[in-house]
């Protein structure tokens, strides 16, 4: 039988880690994190994973997920994406069930191509976009914070901008080439339309429909690895940065670099919600 699996398609600092965590309040979906990210580091230096802290609490050790995942790979070393993939969702299938959803949220566009290949897995992605004006504004005080880079904030931004455009468009590609089944999301959406967001997602995958809290760890979840994470670690509820909104960061690469405007149009508010800044939710 073909594996399903979610798979959660973003730039770094798009809330993968937050759509991670929040489809695990989903009966079912469990969010396992970047599986090929972990697997690889599994095949590196599996000591050093197993001291990690999974976000379930446990040491990943002794995780009730991942400990099997690592006895499993010390075992049989997989030799390549497609395997590393086989062992992840052999085992989650065995711990969790046959019925139940790994959510994969690897950020790992590159592996899109090659998990198409093989007829076996059977990935449903779901692209996820942040308006570019809140993801400039969050690179450039993050880079801000890091070093004191010497470089003028404007440059900083416009780098962003180009980044923003040239890896979601990498992602738009690849999902077209590989004419997997694809979801667009926005980040905006998720975080100010949770309920029309996850409706959205139950559908296109098929699941029973389940109304989501705004508690971000009331979900079930295994992982430990992404950008995000020890940000996210610290948020218990969902909520939205309006940071950009008070900012002039984005207004030159909005003006210079061209397409930014429809193409966020295109994939962050595919859905239709470009009005979410002006109502609440309800
Ligand atoms: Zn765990």
């Known amino acids: 039988m073909r ?3 979610v798979y959660v398609a973003s730039l770094p600092h798009s809330g993968s880690t937050l759509l991670n965590l929040l489809l695990g309040q989903h009966p079912e979906m469990i969010g396992v994190g970047g599986i090929d990210a972990v697997m690889r580091w599994i095949e590196r230096d599996p000591d050093e994973v197993a001291a990690q802290a999974c976000s379930c609490g446990e040491q990943v050790g002794r995780c009730l997920y991942w400990k099997e995942v690592l006895d499993e790979a010390r075992a049989h070393p ?11 969702l052999d085992v989650f299938a065995r711990v969790f ?9 690897g950020q790992i566009h590159e592996t899109l191509a090659e998990l198409v290949s093989e007829p076996e897995l059977d990935p449903h992605v779901l692209f996820l976009a942040r308006d570019f004006r809140s993801a400039i504004v969050s690179i450039v005080d993050l880079k801000l914070r890091k070093k004191a880079l ?8 416009l780098e962003a901008a180009l980044r923003w455009r040239r ?20 980040y ?13 997602v139950c559908d296109f995958l098929e699941i029973a429909p389940f109304e989501p809290t705004r508690e971000v760890h009331a979900g079930c979840n295994h992982s430990f690895v992404g950008n995000d994470m020890r940000k996210q ?7 939205y940065d309006y940071r950009w909104m008070t900012r002039s960061d984005w207004w030159l690469p909005a ?8 193409l966020n149009r295109a994939w962050v508010y595919a859905n239709g919600e470009d009005e979410i800044f002006r109502t609440r939710e309800a």
């Open 3 to 5: 594996k399903k699996f």
């Open 255 to 262: 003006l210079v670099v061209p397409g930014m405007l429809r």
């Open 167 to 186: 890896e979601n468009r990498r992602i738009a590609d690849a999902l077209r080439k590989t004419g997997l089944p694809c979801r667009q999301l926005g």
């Open 97 to 105: 069930g046959p019925n139940v959803l790994a959510v994969d949220a």
């Open 78 to 88: 997989p030799q390549n994406i497609v395997e590393r993939y086989r062992v992840a």
């Open 150 to 157: 010497r470089r003028p904030r404007i440059f900083l931004a």
């Open 188 to 200: 905006e959406e998720l975080c100010l339309r949770l309920r029309a967001s996850f409706a959205r």
């Open 233 to 239: 670690a610290s948020q218990t509820r969902v909520s």
